[in-house]
């Protein structure tokens, strides 16, 4: 099996940036597709976007794009969010998790297989 491990979280004021990272062990962790999602409390967790195991194909939630970046770093087993731009409605726990199906553009948290334990993201006025 595959353990995500989260980092990077913390405080940034509106229109700053942070950058997250999940560390990755496992022997199959270069061919997993892999997701960003976000969750506060009371509401589901939200998709936020998706990168390939080439990192060829990604995939954008509408309401990051232009200002988040997913990327892929086989070498360290490490999946980045570069968030810039960041508004108080980014503000979320944001988790990390990883799809072995090879399927393009899941948003689903089933479609999921593995999950890190998440990392807080706090956008202030």
């Known amino acids: 099996q595959v353990q995500l491990v989260e980092s990077g979280g913390g405080v940034v004021q509106a229109g700053g940036s942070l950058r997250l990272s999940c560390a990755a062990s496992?022997?199959?962790?270069?061919?997993?597709?892999m997701g960003w999602f976000r969750q506060v409390p009371g509401k589901g967790r939200e998709f936020v976007a998706r990168?390939?195991?080439?990192?060829?194909?990604?995939y954008y939630a509408d309401s990051v794009k232009g200002r988040f970046t997913i990327s892929r770093d086989g070498a360290k087993n490490t999946v980045y969010l570069q968030m810039n731009s960041l508004k108080p409605e980014d503000t979320a726990v944001y988790y990390c998790?990883?799809?072995?199906?090879?399927?393009?553009?899941?948003?689903?948290?089933?479609?999921?297989?593995?999950w890190g334990q998440g990392t807080h993201v706090t956008v202030s006025s």
């Open positions: 990168i390939t195991m080439s990192g060829g194909y990604i």
């Open positions: 496992g022997r199959t962790f270069s061919s997993y597709a």
């Open positions: 998790a990883a799809d072995p199906s090879g399927l393009l553009n899941r948003v689903r948290t089933s479609e999921y297989a593995y």
